[in-house]
């Protein structure tokens, strides 16, 4: 995640005013949201002394919003929040997100170590001798800056507080359900906090059931991304989902910023089972979105980890600037069989139906550099015909895109090159989601092309068809030669040539004028 040192410092004088030293339950801010480069996120430390690990996630999760116990995954970031841990004098124990899965293997105290967050534990930073599992009730993790990691149980009166990590977003709440107080039980699931946001920290909340003041609606999140994201999913983990008569109907919902809904999930689980459900998002492009929860449970709705599964949107080289009007006409061409499609002037959007066709065949996370292109809504079933080929008419300087599903290895084929095309194409790396089958590859003309008409043809398999789109593309300047000077008939001289030898008499005066010793 890329984003800028103004940002960290933003973010550390919103901390300081939303949650003041006095605000930690006992201690302060030690290390104030220090922003790592290499990982996006920015972390703090907090005093919080002989508390349990249990407690420093509840803390974290009340008092830190979009923060959650840190969780170390590589030697670059432990050598960062080494060096934090050093910068600001601190040489105690310090809990992370780590924890060891329960009942644990017994013979080996290294196995069954897990991230809160669900990496992967391919990383680890244990001190001497550790973990031993002293006592064998050593289950959570800390680290400090000298001695390495520990596995810690209930002896803490080393550890000194906790060390959280931002997300790459923050969570705020837009409407939720009341809820039962922290240390509530119910079904054997024990709350960590009474904060409805706690579940983004791992931290379980109760939500009050329909019975005792509860709202069908649980709740509904807002995520506020640092960055552009390309969103994949969100899961939420927790128990009691299930409906209790058929008229209820128990969903999970996500929304784009503009309140569209990108999809929703059936939450139609047994009873007090302990569940996780997955809700696609399709890799939808935006720095802000909504999770929503219907559940009528009548008692309670235990919640206990929200998690967002995204990567940091990128910049990609031959894509051109989406502007609508470029793609002017589509025909097939003489002789060929198929569907030439219609011109969608700037309808590429999240939601756009891809083929003619079919029904329900839609277009739905679209790089931002796409979002408003002119696009084809070509034919499925043109991937069945034979032979196909599409002329497509331009207005003006463009860059031609293919949206290919499900062709990987597969291209460039034959007709994809300069000599029969008019460019060679490039696969950007860029891909545009689908709602039926695996991400469509973008591949581009490899240099801009004049406005004209360009002749489309059939890939090398009858898998799926593709979808064509338009950018505006800048063509390079005309190459302008000088033209060379000629004397005009009659021997006499042109303006210029009078100008040259003007200067070159009064050079020749001033030196004279010096004493030129020549």
Known sequence: MKT????????????????????????NLLAEAVWNEGTGNTYIVVELNGAGWHEATADAATLFPG????????????DFVNNMLISAGLGSQYWIGGFQESPKPEIDPSAGWHWVTGELWDFTYWGAIEP??????????????????????????????????SQGFTPSVVMASSTWPSGTNYGGFESATDNPLGPFSNAGVHFRGTDFGGEPEVYRFRLDFDETVVLHSISVEGAAWAAESADQIEKLRIYDENDMLISEVDALFGSNSFQVVEVPAYGFVGRTFFLEEINSDGLWRYRSNVAAHFEIEQSYENIGDATAGIIEDVELAAG???????????????????????????????????LGADYIQTAQDNADAGPIAINVTV?????????VPEHDGLLPTVWMNDAIFGSDWVNTGAVVYTSWSSPAQVWSTAEPLQAGTYT?????????????????????????????????????????????????MSLRLRIRRFGSTR
Request: proline letters at 6%.
């Open 395 to 403: 207005a003006r300087a463009t860059i031609l895109h293919m949206l």
């Open 132 to 165: 031993n599992d002293a006592g064998g009730i050593e289950d959570f993790l800390t680290t400090s800056a000298h001695m390495g990691w520990n596995d810690e149980g209930t002896a803490v009166g080393s550890v000194q507080g906790y060390i959280a990590e």
């Open 4 to 27: 800028t040192t103004s940002y960290a410092i933003f973010l550390l004088a919103c901390l300081t005013i939303l949650y003041p030293q006095s605000a930690v339950s006992q201690g």
């Open 336 to 370: 060929s069989a198929g569907v030439a499609g219609v011109v969608q002037p700037g309808g590429l959007l999240p939601g756009a139906e891809a083929f003619v066709d079919r029904v329900g065949q839609l277009w739905l996370g679209i790089p931002s550099q796409l």
């Open 67 to 78: 923060y959650r116990l840190a969780t170390i995954t590589s030697q670059a970031e432990q």
């Open 456 to 504: 489309f043809k059939e890939l090398p398999t009858n898998l799926s068809f593709y979808g064509i789109a338009a950018t505006e593309g800048t063509l390079p300047a005309p190459q302008v030669t000088p033209r060379p000077q000629t004397r005009k008939s009659g021997g006499g001289f042109g303006v210029g040539e009078i100008l040259a030898l003007c200067l070159a």
